[in-house]
């Protein structure tokens, strides 16, 4: 169906977005601060009541159109594209809150894995897209927990809280510096001065992220333990580099690399702040390169396509820095680059990294934008 078409025909659009991370990576699931922002790439979902106690589904971009009958939520796993729906709508309802029948048309414009969380956006716009219609006030940080339990349910992925709380929660030219042990944020303007960012796709087909993510998770766990019984600390994020030091030597060398990356994400994480706050662009892009390097040699999470596009972007001479952003083994990178200088290095990079991997890279346009947005259509 035509977006055109769409548009009138219903009481209601309601969006989330698709986000990028700046700094901060992997870091979430360990009581990490993370920096990201939401992106105008995003799910639109067109809504209204049918008074009936069915959700009829259907997608701009799909044929398929998918019943959900409201009284079975929780039995919709096995669906290939309405699981994300059908799942969080069942969290929402268990949750408390009240499901009412409707019509949904779903409208993505976040690129389906890509790294840009387009789950995400699904899952926070579906929820917020419910309430809505169900006459309901909500709460964007409580939508953004409810999606997370949809999220590691339905695809097996014990995410951590950034992707949804970026989704559901981020604020038009800023970066949410989120601390993920309590919740709290405060919102960054990202101002770059004659700098941009730049979001490229190494366009590699994901593979087995599901089980190399729960594997880090659970390596970071064994480390925290180990180093738990020594000192009381609640996560990972909460060691010092100086207190790491001093418990590395107890941990196996596999977890200590990855313990040892979480650390000093954490701590880039903090340097990256201050140099936001101080228009410091050329020492925030030096946080991202070592951001990269570490995931690379430490976490070992990106892979050759992604070390060759770091690598390309990071060889450029109006690129300050470059790093791999999501959970990684394909998807995206992030690269700060002067202005002026943009189709320059788009050429540079497209070039290198296709000879390097026989891959295209994908250049997305996109603006740091807000997370949830409700327009009534009359
Ligand atoms: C995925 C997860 C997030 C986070 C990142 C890595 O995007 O959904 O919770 O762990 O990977 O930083």
């Given at each position: 169906?035509?977006?055109?078409?769409?548009?009138?025909?219903?009481?209601?659009?309601?969006?989330?977005a698709?986000?990028?991370?700046?700094?901060?990576?992997?870091?979430?699931?360990?009581?990490?601060?993370?920096?990201?922002?939401?992106?105008?790439l995003?799910?639109?979902?067109?809504?209204?009541?049918?008074?009936?106690?069915?959700?009829?589904?259907?997608?701009?971009?799909?044929?398929?159109?998918?019943?959900?009958?409201?009284?079975?939520?929780?039995?919709?796993?096995?669906?290939?594209?309405?699981k994300?729906?059908?799942?969080?709508?069942?969290?929402?309802?268990?949750?408390?809150?009240?499901?009412?029948?409707?019509?949904?048309?779903?409208?993505c414009?976040?690129?389906?894995?890509?790294?840009?969380?387009?789950?995400?956006?699904?899952?926070?716009?579906?929820?917020?897209?419910?309430?809505?219609?169900?006459?309901?006030?909500?709460?964007?940080v409580?939508?953004a927990?409810?999606?997370?339990?949809?999220?590691?349910?339905?695809?097996?992925?014990?995410?951590?809280?950034?992707?949804?709380?970026?989704?559901?929660?981020?604020?038009?030219?800023?970066?949410?510096?989120?601390?993920?042990?309590?919740?709290?944020?405060?919102?960054?303007?990202?101002?770059?001065?004659?700098?941009?960012?730049?979001?490229?796709?190494?366009?590699?087909?994901?593979?087995?992220?599901?089980?190399?993510?729960?594997?880090?998770?659970?390596e970071?766990?064994?480390?925290?333990?180990?180093?738990?019984?020594?000192?009381?600390?609640?996560?990972?994020?909460?060691?010092?580099?100086?207190?790491?030091?001093?418990y590395?030597?107890?941990?196996?060398?596999?977890?200590?690399?990855?313990?040892?990356?979480?650390?000093?994400?954490?701590?880039?994480?903090?340097?990256?702040?201050?140099?936001?706050?101080?228009?410091?662009?050329?020492?925030?892009?030096?946080?991202?390169?070592?951001?990269?390097?570490?995931?690379?040699?430490l976490?070992?999470?990106?892979?050759?396509?992604?070390?060759?596009?770091?690598?390309?972007?990071?060889?450029?001479?109006?690129?300050?820095?470059?790093?791999?952003?999501?959970?990684?083994?394909g998807?995206?990178?992030?690269?700060?680059?002067?202005?002026?200088?943009?189709?320059?290095?788009k050429?540079?990079?497209?070039?290198?990294?296709?000879a390097?991997?026989?891959?295209?890279?994908?250049?997305?346009?996109?603006?740091?934008?807000?997370?949830?947005?409700?327009?009534?259509?009359?």
């Open positions: 169906m035509k977006r055109e078409k769409v548009i009138g025909k219903y009481d209601y659009i309601v969006s989330a698709g986000r990028v991370n700046i700094i901060g990576e992997h870091v979430d699931y360990c009581g990490g601060k993370v920096m990201p922002a939401a992106l105008s995003r799910n639109a979902v067109y809504i209204r009541p049918n008074g009936t106690d069915k959700i009829n589904l259907s997608w701009t971009d799909l044929p398929d159109k998918v019943t959900l009958d409201i009284n079975k939520l929780g039995e919709y796993r096995d669906l290939k594209h309405a994300y729906q059908a799942g969080s709508a069942y969290f929402w309802q268990q949750a408390g809150h009240k499901i009412v029948g409707c019509d949904m048309v779903h409208d414009t976040v690129p389906f894995g890509s790294g840009l969380s387009s789950s995400a956006a699904i899952e926070v716009s579906t929820i917020a897209a419910l309430a809505t219609v169900a006459g309901e006030a909500f709460d964007p409580e939508v927990l409810v999606a997370q339990k949809a999220e590691r349910e339905y695809t097996g992925v014990n995410c951590g809280i950034m992707d949804q709380y970026a989704s559901a929660c981020g604020k038009k030219g800023h970066a949410i510096l989120l601390d993920c042990k309590s919740l709290e944020r405060e919102y960054e303007p990202v101002e770059l001065g004659k700098y941009s960012l730049v979001i490229i796709n190494c366009n590699k087909p994901h593979n087995l992220v599901e089980s190399k993510y729960n594997e880090r998770r659970a970071t766990e064994e480390a925290l333990a180990v180093i738990k019984a020594q000192t009381p600390i609640d996560c990972l994020a909460d060691l010092s580099p100086a207190d790491f030091a001093k590395a030597g107890l941990l196996s060398p596999v977890v200590k690399k990855r313990a040892e990356h979480v650390v000093m994400e954490c701590e880039r994480v903090r340097q990256a702040a201050e140099a936001m706050k101080a228009g410091d662009i050329v020492r925030l892009g030096a946080l991202l390169n070592a951001s990269h390097d570490s995931l690379s040699r976490y070992e999470v990106t892979g050759k396509e992604l070390d060759s596009l770091a690598g390309a972007a990071q060889a450029h001479p109006a690129c300050v820095g470059s790093r791999m952003t999501g959970a990684g083994f998807g995206c990178t992030i690269s700060i680059v002067e202005t002026a200088q943009v189709e320059d290095f050429a540079f990079v497209a070039a290198r990294y296709e390097e991997t026989g891959y295209r890279a994908a250049f997305y346009d996109a603006d740091i934008a807000d997370g949830i947005t409700v327009t009534k259509l009359s």
